[in-house]
């Protein structure tokens, strides 16, 4: 997917809204432990419901992975499940790789010829020759952590580089720009940073960024808008949990729905209110 058609998809469903499928079987409806696969019937009845209130989903790999190979089955499905039935939402695997050389190579392989997701989270911390392999791919983006909304960012991120002002996250950003352009990456900032989106958009203005933290973190919708949006949004903001968790009976995928249908009534308004959508 171009950065043109994600636009497009924003401007039709007048939503910058990604759902994170972080899909824990101790916290799902306990009915659904009946069905031969609880994790996939969960994400489905999710993404039924929400599909026309969003662009993208994010489905975060360690939820899987706890569960072993069965866990693994079920974000395959579930994948598959998105591109048959909602060819045009945007999917991130959000496995946060970060290695060099061959094992780069491979998890490139993994992510964007197998499983063909259209994005990835990557960690730049190894350089380079840790984000050169997945910039390979046309038509697939790398997502590269560069301020998170942890408590430990501070500890290396925030980091003043060669004594000067400019922090660490902004030489990642920076230097960042000679391995690829906004047609392929973008970046995680966190919601509860976003006073500092202006800063990151002194460094890559076009670029899309990705933005967990509003919801369950407390994070601010509107903040994030007034100093994260460029001229095509350039914005996709994940929530998880307040989505997904929002009820606990047969009535879950309808408290989804209704959870996110309120972000996009809000992210419409910031839409025309910014003059991205006509009223």
Aim: proline content about 3%; overall charge negative; charged content about 25%.
């Amino acid at each position: 997917m171009t950065r043109d058609e994600l636009f497009e998809n924003i401007k039709r469903k007048k939503s910058f809204l990604c759902v994170g499928l972080d899909t824990d079987v101790r916290k799902i409806p306990q009915f659904l432990l009946d069905e031969d696969d609880p994790i996939f019937a969960f994400n489905k009845r999710i993404i039924d419901a929400t599909a026309h209130l969003c662009v993208a989903y994010k489905p975060n790999l360690a939820f899987y992975e706890s569960m072993g190979s069965f866990g693994l089955q079920a974000f395959e499905k579930t994948v598959a499940y998105i591109q048959s039935e909602y060819p045009d939402q945007f999917i991130i695997a959000d496995a946060k790789r970060g290695d060099i050389g061959n094992t780069s190579d491979m998890y490139a392989r993994s992510f964007f010829e197998h499983l063909k997701v259209d994005a990835l989270t990557v960690a730049p911390y190894m350089g380079s020759d840790s984000v050169l392999p997945f910039l390979k791919y046309a038509g697939r983006w790398v997502i590269l952590l560069a301020l998170t909304s942890n408590a430990g960012a501070a500890d290396f991120q925030m980091l003043p580089v060669d004594g000067g002002e400019e922090a660490l996250f902004e030489r990642v950003l920076r230097t960042s720009t000679e391995w690829g352009n906004s047609d392929q990456l973008m970046y995680v900032v966190g919601a509860t940073k976003a006073d500092m989106l202006g800063r990151v958009r002194a460094i890559v203005p076009d670029a899309f960024l990705l933005v967990p933290g509003v919801g369950s973190q407390n994070g601010s919708l509107e903040d994030v808008a007034r100093f994260g949006l460029n001229s095509q949004c350039g914005l996709l903001v994940n929530v998880s949990r307040s989505i997904i968790y929002a009820d606990n009976t047969e009535a879950f995928a309808n408290a989804a729905a209704a959870e996110a249908e309120a972000l996009r009534r809000q992210m419409a308004e910031i839409l025309i209110k910014n003059k991205l959508i006509e009223a």
